[in-house]
C-alpha cells in the first residue's frame, strides 16, 4: 500500500498542464472501436480506468495501437466485436462498467463484466432495469458486479426519464440506444455532462437535443474521426482549490475542458469569493477549452445552489476542503449520489475533516460544514479506494501547519497519474511513502 505524507506548503507558482479527459477517454476508445475506419486520439488518459478500458475492447478484438498518449484505434464498426475468452475487467472505473452494459447488452455474443471491490459495490440496477426494458438480458446478484450479459437480444428503443442526474445512465441508454429499433429518447430534468451526445455527433451520427430531450434513432453508423482529448476539469479542480486557498498564489492550468455541463467547481468557486480567471477560450475537438489562472483568496462560506450539483459531481471533495478553509458556513444538499461513488463521499470526507479539526455536520444528502483551521497533528485519513478522497486530502496541506498522512493512495493511478509531480512542481510537498 502506497501513502502520502503531504507537508504544510504556501504559495503555489507555475504554469501546469494536467492530463487529459478521463470521460472523454473512455468514449474515444468505445466509439472508436465501433466506427469504420481508424481513429487518432491524442492527450488520452493514461489512467487506470480509462486504460481498463482500452484493453477491454481490445479483448473485444479491436487492434488499438498505443505511443504514450496518442492512441489509434482501428475501428470494427458496430458489429465488428469479438466474443471476449475471459470477463472484461473493468477495476475501479463505473463509467466502464455502465456504458459498456449498454454496448454490450446489444452485441450477438455474451460477456462479463466485473471490478475491483469498490466497483463490486456500486448499484447498477440505475443500468440494468432500463436496459431490461429495452429487450437487454444482464444477470447479477442484488444488481452489482460482476454482471452477466446475454447477447443476441433484438433490442427496442425506450423513451426513459432519467430518475437520477447522471451522465453514465444516459451514455449507458444512447450507446443500447445505437443498436435499437426505433427512436431511444432519454429525459433529463438536470443537465449532465455531455460528451456522449457531442462525440457521437464528432463520429458523424446523429443526435437530436433540445428541452433537455436527447434522442437518436437506432441503425446508422459512425464514421472514424480524429480526437484531441483536453485537460480534465476534474484533475484541474485540485490545484483550483489549492491555488485558492494556499497563501500567495498564482498559478495557471493549461487547455483545460470548460464544457459548460461541467463547470459547476468554477460556479461554485465563484460564489465563495474566488479569484478565478479564464483565458484563450477555444474550441478542440468539439469541446469548449480555456486556461485557467488562479490566485489566492479569501473564500466564505455558501450554500451550494442545487443545479450544480451535477455540474460539479466529482468535485465535492476538494469542494469541501475548499469550504474547511472559508469563513463561515457551508451548506449541500441534494447530493445523495455522493453516497456510491468510489466511496460514500459525504461519509469518508466527514471522517477525515474530523481527523483534521473541522465541525461538520453529516446531512442524508449532503453536509455541512464550519470554515475554520486544520488544526490537528499527527492527522491520518483513509482513502477507502477512492483517488479524489486521496487527492483531495493531500490539497489540505495547502492550509495546514502540520503534515497530513493519507493511507492507500495508490487509487490515485485511476485518474491522475501524475498528480504528485504536478502538485510538487506548483510548491506544494507532498511525499509517497
Ligand atoms: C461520468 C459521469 C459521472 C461521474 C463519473 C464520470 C461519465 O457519474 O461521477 O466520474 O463519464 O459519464 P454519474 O453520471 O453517474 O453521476
Not at 469569493?273 to 480555456?290: F, P, Q
Not at 474547511?324 to 461513488?341: D, I, N, P, W, Y
Amino acid at each position: 500500500m502506497t501513502n502520502f505524507k503531504a507537508y504544510s506548503s504556501h504559495s503555489l507558482n507555475g504554469s501546469i498542464k494536467v492530463p487529459g479527459d478521463k470521460s472523454i477517454s473512455h468514449r474515444s476508445i468505445m466509439l472508436g472501436s465501433i466506427a469504420n475506419g481508424v481513429t487518432n486520439v491524442s492527450g488520452f488518459l493514461e489512467g487506470k480506468d480509462s486504460l481498463a478500458t482500452l484493453r477491454a475492447f481490445q479483448q473485444m478484438g479491436v487492434q488499438i495501437e498505443k505511443e504514450g498518449s496518442n492512441i489509434a484505434i482501428n475501428g470494427v464498426g458496430k458489429h465488428g466485436l469479438k466474443s471476449p475468452t475471459k470477463p472484461l475487467d473493468l477495476g475501479n472505473s463505473g463509467t466502464s462498467i455502465r456504458l459498456m452494459t449498454g454496448l454490450l447488452s446489444a452485441q450477438s455474443f455474451n460477456s462479463q463484466l466485473c471490478g475491483d471491490e469498490s466497483l463490486s459495490k456500486r448499484p447498477m440496477a440505475r443500468v440494468i432495469e432500463p436496459l431490461y426494458m429495452m429487450g437487454a438480458k444482464i444477470d447479477s446478484y442484488e444488481s452489482k458486479p460482476p454482471l452477466s450479459i446475454t447477447g443476441n437480444q433484438q433490442l427496442s428503443a425506450i423513451n426513459y426519464i432519467l430518475p437520477v442526474a447522471s451522465a453514465q445512465i444516459k451514455s449507458c441508454l444512447l450507446l443500447a440506444g445505437l443498436y435499437a429499433e426505433g427512436e431511444t429518447c432519454i429525459v433529463e430534468n438536470s443537465t449532465t455532462r455531455d460528451h456522449t451526445e457531442r462525440m457521437l455527433r464528432g463520429f458523424g451520427y446523429p443526435v437530436n437535443i433540445s428541452n433537455g430531450q436527447i434522442s437518436l434513432m437506432g441503425g446508422g453508423e459512425l464514421n472514424a474521426c480524429d480526437i484531441e482529448v483536453p485537460s480534465d476539469i476534474s484533475s484541474a479542480a485540485f490545484f483550483i482549490v489549492a491555488a485558492s486557498i494556499a497563501k500567495e498564489s498564482d498559478i495557471t492550468l493549461n487547455a483545460v475542458n470548460i464544457n459548460p455541463t461541467r463547470t459547476g467547481i468554477l460556479d461554485i468557486l465563484d460564489l465563495m469569493g474566488a479569484n478565478i480567471t479564464l483565458t484563450d477560450k477555444r474550441i478542440v475537438a468539439g469541446e469548449l477549452v480555456a486556461d485557467i489562472r488562479v490566485c489566492s483568496a479569501e473564500l466564505h462560506g455558501i450554500n451550494i445552489p442545487h443545479e450544480l450539483v451535477p455540474l460539479a459531481i466529482d468535485e465535492f471533495p476538494v469542494i469541501f476542503i475548499a469550504a474547511s478553509c472559508a469563513t463561515g458556513e457551508t451548506v449541500l444538499t441534494g447530493a445523495k449520489e455522493l453516497r456510491v461513488k468510489e466511496s460514500d463521499r459525504i461519509q469518508v470526507m466527514a471522517d477525515g475533516l474530523k481527523v483534521l479539526g473541522i465541525e461538520i455536520e453529516v446531512l442524508k444528502d449532503g453536509i455541512r460544514i464550519q470554515g475554520g483551521e486544520f488544526s490537528k497533528q499527527n492527522s491520518v485519513i483513509k482513502s477507502h479506494q477512492d483517488h479524489r478522497i486521496s487527492m483531495s486530502f493531500a490539497i489540505a496541506s495547502c492550509r495546514s501547519e502540520y503534515d497530513i498522512r493519507i493511507e492507500g493512495v495508490d487509487n490515485v493511478q485511476t485518474s491522475f497519474p501524475n498528480f504528485l509531480e504536478l502538485a510538487n512542481k506548483i510548491g506544494m510537498n507532498i511525499e509517497e511513502i
